[in-house]
C-alpha cells in the first residue's frame, strides 16, 4: 500500500511569490492535515480538510490556505511569501474523524524563500 | 488550550541502557496521546497511542509509553536502546473536547544513542 506522497521535494521561491504544495493521501483515507515545521519550533498545525471542506485551521495568516480535491488530494497555497515561511510542510492524512486514528505522514516539501 | 512539553532537548544514552524521553501535557478533556519518530530527511511515523484503558502502552520498535493522568505525562521508554533509535522524537495530544483531529505537537527530543 502506498504512503502519503507529497510534491514536490523541495521549493525554491524569492519573497512575495506564491507556493503551491501537494499532497497525496493514503488510499481510502478521507481526513488530510497540514502542518509546518520550522527549525526550533516543532510543528505547527496548519489545516485539516475532511471530504473536501475545511474543517479546522491553525494560528496562521489567511495567506496560507488550501483545498481538497473530490479524490481527497489537497493543495496548500501560500501566498506573499515570506522569508520565515522557510520551512518543512509535512502533509498527513487518517481514515476518519473518529479522532483516535493516527496520521500517516509524508516526507515533506522543504520549502525555501530567498 | 492545548500543549505539549518535551523539557529536554536532547537525551543520549548509551546502547543497551534503558532509554527514557519525556513528555507532558495540557488539555481541557481527555487526551488522546501519540509518539512520533522523525529520522533524517523523513517524515514522521507513528510509534505509538494512548486512547483509553491500560496505561502502559506498547508500540513499535519495542517502545512503550506509561499514561499517567495524575502527572499528565506520557513518557516513552525502550528498556535496551539501539544506536539505531537515534532519532528526532515527537510527543502530540489531541484534545478530545474540542471535537477538531489535529495534533499538538511538542517541539521534539533528539535521541542520541551512543555506541
Known sequence: EAGVTQSPTHLIKTRGQQATLRCSPISGHTSVYWYQQALGLGLQFLLWYDEGEERNRGNFPPRFSGRQFPNYSSELNVNALELEDSALYLCASSSGTSGFDEQFFGPGTRLTVL | ?115
Open chain 2, 1 to 115: 488550550a492545548q500543549s505539549v512539553a518535551q523539557p529536554e532537548d536532547q537525551v543520549n544514552v548509551a546502547e543497551g541502557n534503558p532509554l527514557t524521553v519525556k513528555c507532558t501535557y495540557s488539555v481541557s478533556g481527555n487526551p488522546y496521546l501519540f509518539w512520533y519518530v522523525q529520522y533524517p530527511n523523513r517524515g514522521l511515523q507513528f510509534l505509538l497511542k494512548y486512547i483509553t484503558g491500560d496505561n502502559l502502552v506498547k508500540g513499535s520498535y519495542g517502545f512503550e509509553a506509561e499514561f499517567n493522568k495524575s502527572q499528565t505525562s506520557f513518557h516513552l521508554k525502550k528498556p535496551s536502546a539501539l544506536v539505531s533509535d537515534s532519532a528526532l522524537y515527537f510527543c502530540a495530544v489531541r484534545d478530545i473536547q474540542t471535537g477538531a483531529n489535529n495534533l499538538f505537537f511538542g517541539t521534539g527530543t533528539r535521541l542520541t544513542v551512543i555506541p
